[in-house]
C-alpha cells in the first residue's frame, strides 16, 4: 500500500487512485439504476375484465386455473413459473408435470393457497364465481381471463409476459401470432358466405352463441354462424331449430382426438344442405376449443372445410 503524502509520483499514484473509485462507484451507482427496475419493479397490467392487477416484482410463482392459461403461460416463457394447474392441461409436454390442484370448474381452494401463488390466473367463464370470490377474499392477486376474440389471444401472451417477467419470449411471440393471424385473413377475406352450424357435444346439443371465440374464426373464415344471435356461449339446441336453420355445412370436435361418431347421425337429416353435400366435418378439440396460440391451427382447418363446401356447390 502506497503511502500518498509528498512527491509527484506519490502525488501521481493518489490521483490515479481518485480516479478509480470514482469510476467504482459510477459504476455501482449504474449498476443501481438500471438493474433494480428489472429484479423489483412494480408489474401493473388490467385483465381481460378491466381489472387492475398489480404485482410488487413479476410472479414467480403462477397458479393458473384453467389448461388454455397454462398453455398460453408457456407461449409467453413463463412454463417454469406455473407451481399448480388443473386437470387437462396437456399442452406442451412439460405442462403434465405440474401438480394439479382439481377439475377447472370444482378445484381444490386449500391446495391453491397451499402452494403459496403470488399471481392466480382464473378463467371467467370456466371457473366457478364462488371459487374466485374465495380467493380475492385471501388476498391473493388475480387476472381473469376471458379472450372472446381470436385477437386477445397475441394480448394474453403480452400482459402473461408483463406479469411474469417474460417480455422478451413474449414479445415476439404475440407478434408472430398477430402476423399468422394477419396472413389467414388476407387469404379468406371476400369469400362467399358458408352457414354454418358447430357442434360442441350430442347430449345435449350445444353449439356456439355470438361471444364464443369460435364464432370469430367462423367469421374470420368466411362462415355465418347459423346461432350467431344467441347471448350464451354454449347454448343448447334442439335439432328441429338445426333443421329449421339449414345449414350447409356441419362442423363438430367432440372431446377427443378423433372424429366423434355422433357427427353421422346428423345422416338421417336429409333435408338439410350439409347432409345433402356430404359437408359434415371435424376439427380437434384442442386446436379450436382452447384460446391458445393452437388456435390458429384450428381456425387453418376450419377455413379449409369451408372452401371445401364452396366447392360443392352447385353452379
Given at each position: 500500500m502506497k503511502?500518498?503524502?509528498v512527491?509527484?509520483?506519490?502525488?501521481?499514484?493518489?490521483?490515479?487512485?481518485?480516479k478509480?473509485?470514482?469510476?467504482?462507484?459510477?459504476?455501482?451507482?449504474?449498476?443501481?439504476?438500471?438493474?433494480?427496475?428489472?429484479?423489483?419493479?412494480e408489474?401493473?397490467v388490467r385483465?381481460?375484465?378491466g381489472?387492475?392487477?398489480?404485482?410488487a416484482?413479476?410472479?414467480?410463482r403462477?397458479v393458473?386455473?384453467?389448461p388454455?392459461?397454462?398453455?398460453t403461460?408457456?407461449a409467453?416463457g413463463a412454463?417454469?413459473?406455473?407451481?399448480?394447474?388443473?386437470d387437462?392441461s396437456?399442452?406442451?409436454e412439460?405442462?403434465?408435470?405440474?401438480p394439479r390442484?382439481g377439475?377447472y370448474?370444482?378445484?381444490?381452494?386449500e391446495?391453491v393457497?397451499?402452494?403459496k401463488?403470488?399471481?392466480?390466473?382464473?378463467w371467467?367463464?370456466?371457473?366457478?364465481?364462488?371459487?374466485?370470490?374465495?380467493?380475492q377474499?385471501?388476498?391473493?392477486?388475480?387476472?381473469?381471463s376471458?379472450?372472446?376474440?381470436?385477437d386477445?389471444?397475441?394480448?394474453e401472451?403480452?400482459?402473461?409476459?408483463?406479469?411474469?417477467?417474460?417480455?422478451a419470449?413474449?414479445t415476439?411471440?404475440?407478434?408472430?401470432?398477430?402476423?399468422?393471424?394477419?396472413?389467414?385473413?388476407?387469404?379468406?377475406?371476400?369469400?362467399a358466405t358458408?352457414?354454418?352450424f358447430?357442434?360442441?357435444w350430442?347430449?345435449?346439443?350445444m353449439t356456439?352463441g355470438?361471444?364464443?371465440?369460435?364464432?370469430d374464426?367462423?367469421r374470420?373464415c368466411g362462415g355465418?354462424?347459423?346461432?350467431?344471435?344467441?347471448?350464451q356461449?354454449?347454448?343448447?339446441?334442439t335439432?328441429?331449430?338445426?333443421?329449421?336453420?339449414?345449414?350447409?355445412v356441419?362442423?363438430?370436435s367432440?372431446m377427443?382426438?378423433?372424429?366423434?361418431e355422433?357427427?353421422?347421425?346428423w345422416?338421417?337429416?336429409?333435408?338439410?344442405?350439409?347432409?345433402?353435400?356430404?359437408?359434415?366435418?371435424?376439427v380437434?378439440?384442442?386446436?379450436?376449443?382452447?384460446h391458445?396460440?393452437?388456435?390458429?391451427?384450428?381456425t387453418?382447418?376450419?377455413c379449409?372445410h369451408?372452401?371445401?363446401?364452396?366447392?360443392?356447390r352447385?353452379?
Amino acid at each position: 500500500m502506497k503511502w500518498i503524502d509528498v512527491g509527484n509520483v506519490h502525488r501521481k499514484d493518489a490521483k490515479a487512485q481518485r480516479k478509480n473509485e470514482i469510476r467504482s462507484v459510477l459504476c455501482a451507482f449504474a449498476a443501481g439504476v438500471f438493474m433494480i427496475p428489472f429484479a423489483h419493479a412494480e408489474v401493473s397490467v388490467r385483465d381481460d375484465l378491466g381489472n387492475t392487477v398489480r404485482l410488487a416484482q413479476p410472479a414467480k410463482r403462477i397458479v393458473s386455473l384453467a389448461p388454455h392459461m397454462t398453455e398460453t403461460l408457456f407461449a409467453a416463457g413463463a412454463g417454469s413459473q406455473i407451481v399448480g394447474t388443473v386437470d387437462y392441461s396437456d399442452f406442451p409436454e412439460a405442462a403434465k408435470k405440474i401438480p394439479r390442484v382439481g377439475g377447472y370448474s370444482r378445484f381444490d381452494l386449500e391446495r391453491v393457497a397451499a402452494l403459496k401463488p403470488d399471481l392466480i390466473v382464473g378463467w371467467y367463464s370456466g371457473n366457478a364465481p364462488a371459487h374466485i370470490e374465495k380467493l380475492q377474499a385471501l388476498g391473493f392477486p388475480l387476472y381473469i381471463s376471458q379472450p372472446n376474440q381470436i385477437d386477445h389471444i397475441a394480448t394474453e401472451i403480452e400482459r402473461f409476459g408483463e406479469l411474469a417477467g417474460t417480455t422478451a419470449v413474449a414479445t415476439p411471440e404475440a407478434r408472430r401470432f398477430r402476423e399468422q393471424l394477419a396472413a389467414l385473413r388476407a387469404r379468406y377475406s371476400g369469400k362467399a358466405t358458408v352457414r354454418t352450424f358447430y357442434q360442441i357435444w350430442k347430449q345435449p346439443l350445444m353449439t356456439i352463441g355470438k361471444n364464443q371465440i369460435i364464432s370469430d374464426v367462423v367469421r374470420l373464415c368466411g362462415g355465418s354462424n347459423v346461432f350467431g344471435q344467441i347471448e350464451q356461449m354454449a347454448p343448447a339446441v334442439t335439432v328441429e331449430a338445426v333443421i329449421a336453420a339449414n345449414p350447409e355445412v356441419i362442423i363438430a370436435s367432440g372431446m377427443g382426438d378423433s372424429r366423434p361418431e355422433w357427427l353421422d347421425d346428423w345422416k338421417k337429416w336429409t333435408s338439410i344442405d350439409a347432409v345433402k353435400r356430404d359437408n359434415l366435418f371435424f376439427v380437434p378439440p384442442e386446436l379450436i376449443q382452447r384460446h391458445t396460440p393452437r388456435l390458429l391451427e384450428g381456425t387453418e382447418k376450419l377455413c379449409q372445410h369451408l372452401e371445401t363446401v364452396r366447392t360443392r356447390r352447385k353452379p
